[in-house]
């Protein structure tokens, strides 16, 4: 009987849980939880006798591949997959899959309530900012990006978007403005919203150069990955632009420098929360589920990420 093991280090809600156990042992396997688990051995030691494995930001890397002798296929329960060994994971002969979009709608909704919280000064008592009329910039327009537009459109923003792989047209038919560059999309706007994966190119991207085209009021919100932010260039803007704020997600290196020296311009949650909603772990986790019993009985390989 195949055996498939969630190994979560942050946990699906409980209903998310169940919605996977349906239907791994509807099709007649065994499933495992490996959840809030605090040391690697533990990891290790679970993935050992598995055919599959479901997991969130845990990190699949190469000494992971060597302990799953039976490994057949990871799957993501998200959208970005920085956090598995590629690479490696062909070596082994096993697939990797994500599920896009299914837990984009709560990122999307996060990076509202994020926004509404900056603008207000954290809610610390002064007079802060609408959102109303301000010009939203979204960068990359992947699920998470369109659903940031759809949402921005509710709020009454300008909304404009940068991305190299999706056609202008796209971007258009949501009644976005899409602009020719990243650059563009920074001197434009003085919201910003980071959309993009941590890639070889991504990675220190947002730099102070381009954070300090940013109009004045200039705020950056992070939803994406801590990896795309350039820290010293992050610093700098603290330090010379006493106007910016940054809202993140993923708590950057500098997070406790930043939160001492800038409580009224800064804030991280303790804790990556943008996929963290109920909704969002039924989707991913039940896709996840599906996808794997689908490789496993009929070899449907339509989310593979790796070669
Ligand atoms: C994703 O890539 O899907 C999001 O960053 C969510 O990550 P999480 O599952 O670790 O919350």
Do not use: W
């Amino acid at each position: 009987m195949a055996k498939v093991l969630v190994a979560t280090d942050k946990p699906f809600a409980a209903v998310a849980v169940k919605g996977i156990r349906d239907v791994v042992e509807g099709a007649g396997m065994e499933l495992e939880l490996l959840e809030k688990y605090t040391q690697k051995s533990q990891l290790l030691n679970a993935v050992k006798d598995v055919d599959a494995v479901i997991i969130r930001s845990d990190i699949i890397d190469a000494e992971v591949l060597d302990a799953a002798k039976q490994l057949k296929i990871v799957v993501r329960a998200g959208a970005g997959y920085d956090n598995v060994d590629l690479d490696s994971a062909t070596a082994h002969n096993v697939v990797v899959m994500n599920t896009p979009g299914q837990n984009s709608n709560a990122v999307a909704e996060l990076v509202f309530g994020m926004l509404v919280y900056g603008a207000r000064n954290f809610f610390n008592g002064t007079s802060g900012s609408e959102l109303k009329g301000k010009k939203l910039g979204i960068l990359a327009y992947g699920n998470v990006g369109r659903n940031v537009a759809r949402i921005a459109k509710g709020f009454d923003m300008e909304i404009y978007a940068y991305d190299a792989y999706t056609p202008v047209i796209t971007i258009e038919n949501d009644g976005v403005k899409p602009v020719a560059s990243t650059e563009e999309l920074f001197k434009t706007c003085q919201i910003v919203s980071l959309h993009i994966p941590a890639t070889a190119e991504t990675k220190a991207s947002i730099n102070y150069e381009l954070m300090n085209y940013m109009p004045k009021g200039a705020m950056v919100v992070n939803t994406a990955r801590k990896e795309v932010m350039d820290e010293a260039g992050l610093t700098k803007m603290f330090e010379e632009r006493t106007d910016f704020k940054y809202i993140s997600d993923i708590k950057p290196g500098i997070d406790a420098e930043l939160s001492a020296k800038y409580p009224d311009r800064y804030f991280a949650t303790p804790k990556k929360m943008g996929a963290q909603t109920a909704e969002a772990n039924i989707n991913a986790g039940i896709a996840a589920a599906k996808q794997i019993v689908d490789y496993i009985q009929t070899g449907n390989t339509q989310f593979k990420v790796n070669k």
